[in-house]
């Protein structure tokens, strides 16, 4: 097996720690980057890094991928073959809050990797898009041709701002670059400001859930596992400038998704119906033709085993 060296930003993080591990397995050299921000508990990151430690061909960097100058140092001396850019300012309603979060992360640490991509010869950058850039799109499934000019959050209006940033340096620079639009992704060692986990939480505390636009909302939720091996491929492949949503192709009611976890957790929850929240949209569903075609991609878990494999790992790490 032709053994490669990944440079994955954003690995102490939830996507980004199942990935360096599931890279890892399989015997790449991973230099994990993360900034360990603390826009939810670093606890949790800090134990996602711990299953890393043992990993041999595991080095882990503590570095904003805005700090021009240390990203600069860590590229030089690992020369990563390929790159995967995890490392962003996550969350739809928090951009309300901390807009320049968003601008660093999202828009001059993305310019920064993809300057040193450029300038290191990388053979191939794989980055995360979302899929909040189809905005307020009513059409059902969301697919990658439909136009998404019209974002409704900043946050989405910088996912879709790396997809036309990384497409001008595949034009310019030849830099062959992936853009993966993920849909709702869940799972063990998951974020806790997403909504499965914080319902989670609460009703395993007895506390109130607020649950919003009176929960009428659809989502396509989709498993770590099969996000996991959608990315995979996506770096084998290494087009020379692609698009792929990565979702699950399946909307679930979100009140289906609560009554799963108070299954799951043998409890009832305590809800608080509220208005639909700046932002936010009412339906994802992923259109994943061309991922399945060019990518191999089959997502394989449904949510009653997905939800039911986080709350088993929820309890564990919780006690
Ligand atoms: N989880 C989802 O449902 C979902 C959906 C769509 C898109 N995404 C995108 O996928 C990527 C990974 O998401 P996640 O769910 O693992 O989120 P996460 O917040 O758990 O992981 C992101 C990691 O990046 C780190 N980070 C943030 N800013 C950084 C910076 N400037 N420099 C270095 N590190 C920084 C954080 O500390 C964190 O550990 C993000 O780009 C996110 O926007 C996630």
Known sequence: MNIERILVTGSAGFIGFHLSKSLLDVGYEVLGIDNLNDYYDPKLKLARLEQLKPYKNFKFEKIDISDRENLNKAFTDFKPQK?????????VRYSI???????DSNLVGFLNVLELC??????????????????????????????????????????????????TYSHLYGLR???LRFFTVYGPWGRPDMAYYLFTEKIANGETIPVYNNGNMK??????????????????????????NLGNHRSEELMDVVHLIEENLDKKAIINFQPMQPGDVKESFADIEKSTKLLGYKPTTNVDIGIRNFINWYNEYTT
């Open 118 to 167: 450029r300038h290191n010869k990388v053979e191939g950058l794989i980055y995360a898009s979302s899929s909040s850039v189809y905005g307020g799109n009513t059409k059902n499934p969301f697919s990658v041709e439909d136009r998404v000019d019209n974002p409704i959050s900043l946050y989405a209006a910088t996912k879709k701002a790396n997809e036309l940033i990384a497409n």
């Open 97 to 103: 809050e901390n807009p320049y979060a968003y601008m």
């Open 219 to 244: 989502r396509d939720f989709t498993y770590i596992d099969d996000i996991i091996a959608g990315t995979r491929s996506a770096i084998d492949k290494n087009y020379p400038c692609e698009i792929f």
């Open 177 to 179: 670059s992936t853009g």
């Open 83 to 91: 790159v995967v850019n995890l490392a962003a300012q996550a969350g």
